[in-house]
C-alpha cells in the first residue's frame, strides 16, 4: 500500500487525470473498501460492484480533490451510502439494515467508524502475513485459515510436527511485534479464522 507521502506527492497528476495515479490510488484503497461494504451488505460480490462504481465516481470528479485524505472520505461515504440503498432497495429485514436505519444518529455514525477500522486491520494484518518467510506464512495459513491440525500440516509439508510448531509460534511473535492479542483475535474472528492461539 502507497504511504499518504507518496499519495500526496501524486495528488498533481490525479488532478490531471493520469491512470497511473488513479491505479495507485485503487490499490491503497479497494480491498479496505470491498470489506467495508461486504460487512454492511453480507455479499462479497455485490460489494465489489458498489466499490467499482465508486471508483467510477471518483474517476469522474479527479479534477476535485487536492489531498489523499479527501479521496479516502469520499470513496468510504460513496461506498457507505451505495450500500444503504441498496439495503433499502432489497428490503431485507435483516441484522445489518437494523443497524444502519438509524444511520443518522449517533449509534449509526459510530458503526460506520468501527467498520472502517476493522477493514484497515484486516488489511493492515493480512499485509504483515505476506512478509512471513515462504514456509512460515505457509504454516500460519494452513493452521490458522485452513483449520488444519498440527499432525496434518506436518504430514503434509513432510516436516516433523516440532518444526510446524516453531515456524507456528516465530509467526505469531512477528505478528505481535506490530499487534496485540486483542487485534489478533479480533482479526481472526473477522476473518472466520481458528482462534489465536498461543
Known sequence: ?????????????????????????????????????????????????????????????????????????????????????????????????????????????????????HAELLQSIHREIALLPAKRQQVFRMIYFEGLRLEAVAEQLGISVFTVKEHKAKALAQLRLRFSDEQLLLFFLLSGTALLKA
Open 1 to 117: 500500500m502507497e504511504s499518504l507521502d507518496n499519495l500526496e506527492a501524486i495528488i498533481p497528476a490525479f488532478q490531471q487525470g493520469s491512470p497511473q495515479a488513479f491505479d495507485a490510488f485503487f490499490k491503497a484503497y479497494y480491498k479496505p473498501l470491498v470489506f467495508f461494504a461486504a460487512q454492511l451488505l453480507a455479499d462479497a460480490d455485490e460489494a465489489e460492484d458498489i466499490v467499482k462504481d465508486c471508483y467510477v465516481k471518483l474517476w469522474h470528479k479527479h479534477a476535485d480533490f487536492n489531498h489523499p485524505k479527501s479521496i479516502k472520505g469520499f470513496l468510504y461515504t460513496s461506498t457507505r451510502n451505495a450500500c444503504l440503498n441498496q439495503l433499502r432497495h432489497r428490503k431485507v429485514q435483516d441484522h445489518y439494515l437494523q443497524e444502519m436505519i438509524y444511520l443518522d444518529d449517533q449509534k449509526g455514525e459510530d458503526y460506520i467508524l468501527q467498520q472502517m477500522v
